[in-house]
């Protein structure tokens, strides 16, 4: 019996974000989940390039779910150290669990 896959998506989750500067620049989506009445995302730098992904000094970034006046979601940095540090933990502990059991 063959499986069909015409709906299963295996492309990356890219959002493509401006900076307070202006800049955009292209991140894929790796986690998210809600804590309270919050959402957050776990982003890193996408890179069409292999080798550029290879090359890059990786970091996770946080960023919090918010809403316009036309009710469009936004993405924002966290502004509180003590949030950011208690949602990147979580996201840090939720990969680590996801890729110690693989």
Request: hydrophobic fraction near 30%; aromatic fraction near 12%; proline fraction near 2%.
């Amino acid at each position: 019996m063959a499986d069909n896959f015409d709906n299963f998506d295996m492309g990356a989750d890219l959002f493509t974000l401006v900076d307070e500067d202006n800049v955009e620049q292209t991140f894929e989506k790796i986690d998210e989940m809600d804590v309270g009445d919050e959402h957050y995302y776990a982003l890193v730098p996408y890179y069409d390039d292999p080798t550029k992904e290879l090359e890059a000094d990786t970091e996770l970034v946080v960023l919090k779910s918010e809403y316009d006046e036309n009710n469009e979601e936004t993405l924002v940095t966290i502004d509180s150290d003590e949030e950011y540090e208690k949602i990147g933990n979580m996201f840090l502990e939720r990969l680590n669990e996801l890729y110690d059991g693989e």
